[in-house]
T-cell receptor, first 115, second 114 residues
């Protein structure tokens, strides 16, 4: 079974430029998460989807970050405009009802560098 | 939201048993305890989850005392490949709503030496 797919794996942009990350969760997983991970820190939740509904986006900086999961399958996270402090790894994870909210399957992440 | 406390780092040697303890004094009645492992340049990977007493799988054991204010992840006979960061999380089971339990903290950096 294919795991969570993320692209790109690496992205380097200049500050004030837009950037987008894509995630395709494991087939059949209704719950999708986006996390941000800074160096030496644990992942921090940005947004959680149940199907196409964002059920928790309280930690998403809405002035510059946006996310969508239009058909309840794959998802896109966007930053516009990017700032130097946005340099981090952006992780996507998915889970399935019945497995428990904490049993998540993670993708490899997208490493963003903002210059 | 239950907060966890873990050692920042631990060292051990190949073939030894390693125990990593996590404190979660404010754990709620419906919270579960979950451990994840993360290697460099990879996303975290689920190891084990439990509610009380002892849970064992092919990778690790999880010991939870009666008061549930702490838990211990036990890795038997570690190898060099077990060098990773280990995260302890507490939170409610899947409910279809709410966001509790999705705080990873800084984790424990486990280093295994030959």
């Amino acid at each position: 079974e294919a795991g969570v797919v993320q692209s790109p794996r690496y992205k380097i942009i200049e500050k004030k430029q837009p950037v987008a990350f894509w995630c395709n969760p494991i087939s059949g997983h209704n719950t999708l998460y986006w996390y941000l991970q800074n160096l030496g820190q644990g992942p921090e939740l940005l947004i959680r989807y149940e199907n196409e509904e964002a059920v928790d986006d309280s930690q998403l900086p809405k002035d510059r970050f946006s996310a969508e999961r239009l058909k309840g399958v794959d998802s896109t996270l966007k930053i516009q405009p990017a700032e130097l402090g946005d340099s981090a790894v952006y992780l996507c994870a998915s889970s399935s009802p019945g497995q428990g909210i904490n049993e998540q399957f993670f993708g490899p992440g997208t490493r963003l560098t903002v210059l | 939201l239950a907060k966890t406390t873990q050692p920042i780092s631990m060292d051990s040697y190949e073939g030894q048993e390693v125990n990593i303890t996590c404190s979660h004094n404010n754990i709620a009645t419906n919270d579960y305890i979950t451990w994840y492992q993360q290697f460099p340049s990879q996303g975290p990977r689920f190891i084990i989850q439990g509610y009380k007493t002892k849970v064992t799988n092919e990778v690790a054991s999880l010991f939870i005392p009666a008061d549930r204010k702490s838990s211990t992840l036990s890795l038997p006979r570690v190898s060099l490949s077990d060098t990773a960061v280990y995260y302890c999380l507490v939170g409610p089971p899947y409910s279809g709503g709410g966001a509790d339990g999705l705080t990873f903290g800084k984790g424990t950096h486990l280093i295994i030496q030959p």
